[in-house]
């Protein structure tokens, strides 16, 4: 992910009031298989998405009316469709950028780069978008901002008191992680997740191992430096590609790759 996204801690501080009252809800995530309590709710993710989306677009160059945003929503519609979280709406959008990228926001947003989208055939563009909405689905950045803030720091959020130094430090949060790449177990899981969404969705899963050796041997090209959001160093790409193989065999069937 380039570097101006770290222009994108500070957002508008109108995420104070789309905020609204919520309490503790307790929920199966089928996702993560798991009964989960959270704090933030649906409707107040959606809102802070939309908020940070906002941001992106003003700070970054944003592609529309394209082949390539064509292609991106009808194989991210699919996708979405056959994913474990259907209340959200999802959104599909291009940055232009050469880097072999992509990141999600919370509320359904996801954000893949130019290059990436032009590197990867529609197989293996169903996998990285089926993994950026396994992170949606299994709430990973609400459950990260959650753990960093507090209870009673996020309630302030919801209820739209504690001024904007807070709500400031929530964005930052989620910021960092989607910078710095999630946890070892949340990655896996993500991984895990787009093998199941790509396969039911009509893609060959594979295309989860081809784009990461794609990325390896980008990432070997360009030297130590490199650094891809998608191509975390926790864990090891070599650990990732065993797994996913590991998911695939455990599917009934793999259907032929689409050009």
């Given at each position: 992910m380039p570097n101006r996204l770290n222009k994108l801690f500070v957002l508008p501080f109108a995420i104070c009031y789309l905020l609204s009252a919520s309490g503790c809800v307790t929920i199966y995530n089928p996702a993560t298989q798991k009964r989960e309590t959270l704090l933030i709710g649906t409707k107040q993710e959606v809102s802070l998405g939309q908020s940070m989306d906002r941001q992106i677009q003003r700070e970054l160059p944003i592609l529309k009316d394209t082949p390539q945003q064509e292609r991106l929503d009808r194989i991210g519609q699919k996708v979405a469709g056959a994913s474990d979280r259907q209340d959200l709406e999802y959104h599909f959008?291009?940055?232009?950028?050469?880097?072999?990228?992509?990141?999600?926001?919370?509320?359904?947003?996801?954000?893949?780069?130019?290059?990436?989208?032009?590197?990867a055939g529609d197989d293996e563009l169903a996998c990285v978008l089926a993994h950026e909405i396994g992170h949606i689905a299994a709430r990973h950045s609400v459950k990260k901002l959650q753990a960093s803030l507090?209870?009673?720091?996020?309630?302030?959020?919801?209820?739209?008191?504690?001024?904007?130094?807070?709500?400031?430090?929530?964005?930052?949060?989620?910021?960092?992680?989607?910078?710095?790449?999630?946890?070892?177990?949340?990655?896996?899981?993500?991984d895990k997740l787009a093998v199941k969404y790509a396969y039911n969705s009509g893609f060959n899963p594979q295309g989860m191992v081809t784009f990461f050796e794609k990325l390896q041997k980008e990432a070997q090209n360009r030297g130590p430096d490199f650094n891809l959001v998608f191509l975390s160093s926790h864990p090891p790409i070599k650990e990732r590609i065993k797994n996913a193989q590991n998911e695939i065999a455990n599917v009934s069937r793999i259907p032929e790759s689409r050009p």
């Open positions: 959008k291009i940055i232009k950028d050469k880097d072999l990228n992509a990141f999600a926001v919370p509320g359904g947003f996801v954000y893949l780069n130019s290059g990436l989208i032009d590197a507090g209870y009673q720091v996020v309630m302030n959020i919801i209820w739209g008191v504690g001024g904007a130094q807070t709500v400031s430090r929530a964005i930052s949060i989620t910021f960092n992680l989607v910078s710095l790449g999630y946890s070892r177990k949340d990655e896996f899981l993500a």
